[in-house]
Structure formats: C-alpha cells, structure tokens
C-alpha cells in the first residue's frame, strides 16, 4: 500500500506560469522536498499561456509533483478541488506567486506531526522571521483566533485542512460566490471543533507583481463579504460583537489604507479595473465611525509617505 504523505502543498493557479515556475523551483530546490513526507499538487483552473506546459515539466521530473488541469475555467471552486486532489494529512493551500523561504517545507511538517494528533486549525500567518515566546504557538478558541489573524483569514495563502476534514470538499463550495470560500471554510471548521492554532513563522515570499489587475470590488469582498461570513459565527457566541468591531477597524488601518493610496496615486503595479472611486466608496462606509476623522489624518500622513517613497523610487530609475 502506497504510503500517505504527511503533507500536500496544494497549488490553484491560473495564467501565471513565470511566477508558477518560480514557487515550484523553490520547493524542489529544498532537501526535504525529496522524502516520501512531501506532494505538491497542482491545479490549473483553465490557463492559456505556458502553465500546463510547466506543470507538465515538473510532474514528469518529480515523482512527488502532481499536476492537473480543469477543462474549463472554475474560479474560486479551484480551491476544493486541488485540496480534493491532494492525499496528505495536511493539505496547505497556498497562492502561485508565492516563493518558499529556505527550511519551509521542514517547518511545515513539523507542525503536521505536533498537531496530528487533536487535529486543531493550523494557520500559517507567515508573519516573523523566528518564533519568539511571546507569539509561540498555542491551542486557541475562534474569538483569540480571529483577534490574533484579523483580516488576514482572507489570505489563501495562509490557509490549511487536514484531511479528514477534505472528505467530498470539491462540492463543499459555499463562499465561492463570494471569493472568500477559505473564511466560510475557516468558520465550519470551528464550528465542529472549535480549536486552531496561529503559527507566526515566515515561510514564504511574494513576488513582484508586474501588473495585478484587481478585477473586483474590493469593498464588496473584503468588507460586507468578509464580515458577512463572520455573522453565523457571531450568533452561534464563537465570536463576540467586540471582535467583529476590532476587524472592521482593523481592515480600514491596516488593509485599505494601503490600497487606497495605491488607487489614488495610480500605482503602477496594480491596475483597478472594477473599483471606480475606490477611496471614497471606503471613507463612506466608515463615515459613522467614532474614530473617522482622526483616521484622515492618519491617511493624509500615509498617502504623504507613499508619494515620497515612489518618487524616490523614480528618481533612482532615472539614474539607472
């Protein structure tokens, strides 16, 4: 009998086969990568450039590397289905513009077999270069949970599922709609077992993005549907009124914040094709808020600082 693999690194990708190739170069390059311990899976959602010809490359080079492709274009339903098609224990979703930092892969399995056992939700917030007392991990309840990750239980690449919990999960699509299937999935999983884990760690990298086209509202996603799907959780008393006001407060400082200014500044490296009059469409939704006018000023101070920081980043292209 074939020997089950402790963990599945779990890749839905679409038209991004340059950045593809470089995530999966950074896990074959890592020792680890060659024990039994280790898949990769991959799932292309339909692309028409070069990703099925690299996944093709690597599943005939690597045993342990699996690559699939969907007749036809599926959307956020891609991210069940390459769970669906893994067979680790632990099954970690992660983004294709992602890059693996040196001793990832060993890390992460390290985590599978502490937790194995009770099978807690394990969330790699990718936060730290070392673990440190004070963010070492522990066994948490979903209100100490959502207060330490906040709005970051909307990053994909953060998210994981053992695999008793990816039983039939191809048709577990719920939250697809509304681009957010990993929270919905994150507050079942709570629901059955209320237990998970923050594991504070920096396993992986982004890449440079050449052009991001952010081709829906952020509002809508990020805001009303992200906190939508926190509202059963709320009302079954996993998470308290509080908690949810921490979020929301929280997305404004910490998360619109900087798209704002990139939509204002027209930054180069994102082109916004659905999010007309982003920002004020933003400071509406707060206008109420007991601590709006002193976030404008904070605004005022980070869109100053993020003029500078592209201006000298345009005078040294100059220079070069």
Known sequence: MEKQPLLSICIPTCNRAEYLKNCLDSLVQQPEFFTEAVEIVISDNASTDDTKQIGEKYAAEYEAVHYFRNEKGIDDRNFPVVLSRANGVLRKLINDSLVFRPGSISYMCDMARKYSEKKPHLFFLNSREQ??????????????????ISFYATWIGSFAAWDTECENVEADIAGCEMKLWQVWKLCRLFEEKNSGVVLYR??????????KL???????????????????????????????EKLEKDLLYRFFTGWMTNWELNSPQYTFTQNKDF?????DIYKDKPYYRRYLYYYKFRLFLTRSRLYVQAKRGKKH
């Open 279 to 283: 920002k004020q469409k933003i400071l």
């Open 214 to 244: 952010i081709t829906y509202d952020y509002d809508q996603v990020f805001y009303k549907n992200f906190l939508a799907l926190l509202e059963p959780s709320i009302e079954k008393g996993l998470l308290s009124r509080d908690c949810r």
């Open 131 to 148: 673990d440190s007392f004070r963010y070492r991990d522990r066994i948490v309840d979903f209100e100490h949970f959502m207060r330490q």
């Open 202 to 211: 920096k396993i992986v990298n982004s890449q440079p993005m050449k052009n």
